[in-house]
């Protein structure tokens, strides 16, 4: 990826690929479509210019609490194992995904790390894998960068564009269904509707960038869904509602809110969506100005395109996880230091809605999709990190004081400078469901 504007910073985070000058291109893009609508409300052409040791804490956590403490990040039994044939990675946090895993290796819900760690010694890493994708669950083999090029999802995610944008349709030309703020060369996504279908990591930084220049985010969970460690960090600039889409009642609000929306941001699985009667087509056909963006694990083709997964899986399945095993000469996995695919995707996601949503103010619609394992091809390009470079460190006196419902504290700074143009979120992090599964108009605002 090219890097519109300036870098400074002098900092890189330790990998075996150049994740910090990464972060800075995909941050970058992200800040030029910004800087490219800014202009067409007037501005001069902006200036964007990224930071590159506040883009690699930003790749990592935003937002540190001020006397309390987030739960763990990982579930307890959640990680790398060996297994008879190499490594595979269980990934346990959501409840129903721990279920599957346990299930598979006969275990019962009270089993511990060791327990699971002598049960996964007794399967083929491939044979497991399979298990417990068949049952729902979300598990990866550690195989090396060869290994997935020649495998056929490796093959099929290779050969996709990072952005695969779909055919483009003529619509209104037109200006945002919300009419909360006219959008203006400071706030050019002021008054924009993006309706939010996204968890874990990637699409929720997406909206959050949005958010902060001035769009209008709902994001819509199941009843049961949570994600304590994460809401402070990326629930804030939205408002949360949860639906139950297996409900008529549910599925019939969601589509009231889609014939409101300018922009759909969905990271549910394909046949997922289809099964609700959302598909590409069907959204086309019902809301023919609706700019729909998505993004998944595995890529848009082959025989994974439907398959449940996460950053730090993919990172297993591409071959991430060996190469820096190799490069550090670690006797384990050796991820990247953040997860680099999910906040990558996440500002690429954002760059193609902003440039989506640019096009259609001139009458026309356009669909883009991502995937963590094309993002993944596109670091992998890149050499590793420069080990005389310095780490990364959090300057405590540029920190943003912030309150959110579970207490103060601090957030960054943006690493994204764009001139004359001032991110802002506008609703304080609070968690998910807490709002009306409804627009809000500029009474309410």
């Known amino acids: 990826m090219k890097i519109p504007g300036a870098v400074t ?57 001020a006397g309390w403490e987030l739960p763990p990040v990982w579930d307890s039994i959640a990680g790398d194992y060996r ?11 959501a409840p129903h995904h721990k279920a599957a895993a346990l299930n598979v290796l006969g275990l019962g819900p009270g089993a511990d790390r060791a327990t699971v760690s002598a049960a996964v010694e007794l399967w083929q890493g491939e044979a497991l894998e399979n298990a417990v994708v068949t049952a729902n669950g979300c598990a990866a083999v550690m195989r090396s960068p060869t290994a997935w090029m020649a495998h056929p999802q490796g093959q099929a995610v290779a050969s996709e564009p990072l952005i695969v944008w779909g055919e483009a349709r003529q619509g209104e030309r037109g200006s945002a269904r919300g009419n ?9 996504l002021a008054g924009v509707r993006v309706l939010d279908l996204t968890r874990i990591i990637a699409g929720p930084v997406a909206t959050r960038f949005l958010a902060s220049y001035g769009a209008q985010v709902l994001r819509i969970d199941p009843p049961e869904w949570e994600e304590p460690v994460l809401e402070p960090e990326l629930t804030v600039g939205k408002r949360c509602a949860r639906l139950d889409l297996k409900t008529p009642g549910g599925l019939a609000a969601l589509h009231e809110l889609l014939a409101g929306a300018d922009i759909i941001i969905h990271g549910y699985r394909g046949d997922a969506l289809d099964k609700l009667g959302l598909s590409a087509d069907e959204l086309a056909r019902r809301y023919p100005h609706l700019i729909d963006v998505g993004l998944n694990a595995y890529g848009w083709s082959g025989p994974w395109v439907h398959r449940r ?39 690429l996601c954002a760059a193609a809605a902003i440039n989506a949503w640019r096009d259609s103010l001139d009458g026309t619609v356009r669909s883009a999709r991502l995937s963590l394992a094309r993002t993944a091809v596109e670091l992998m390009r890149t050499a590793p990190s420069d080990p005389d470079a310095p780490v990364p460190e959090l300057d405590a006196s540029v920190l943003i004081p912030e309150d959110t419902a579970w207490g103060p504290g601090l957030r960054l700074p943006p690493a994204i400078r764009i001139s004359g143009v001032e991110p802002a979120f506008e609703v304080p992090a609070r968690g998910l469901g807490w709002a009306e599964p409804r627009w809000i108009d500029a009474d309410e605002a």
């Open 309 to 347: 997964g996460f950053d730090s899986l993919v990172q297993m399945s591409c071959g991430i996880a060996d190469a820096g095993m190799g490069h550090f000469g670690s006797q384990t996995p050796h991820p990247l230091p953040v997860q680099a695919l999910d906040h990558a995707t996440g500002y």
């Open 180 to 188: 909360v703020r006219a959008a203006d060369a400071q706030r050019p």
């Open 83 to 93: 297994c008879a044939d190499g490594w595979i990675r269980l990934h346990t946090n």
């Open 9 to 65: 910073g002098t900092g890189a985070l330790r990998a075996a690929f150049d994740v910090t000058g990464f972060a800075v291109a995909a941050m970058a893009q992200a800040g030029q479509a910004v800087a490219d609508l800014a202009q067409r409300y007037g501005a001069a052409p902006p200036e964007v210019s990224v930071d590159q040791d506040l883009a690699s804490l930003w790749f990592g956590m935003s937002f540190t609490p």
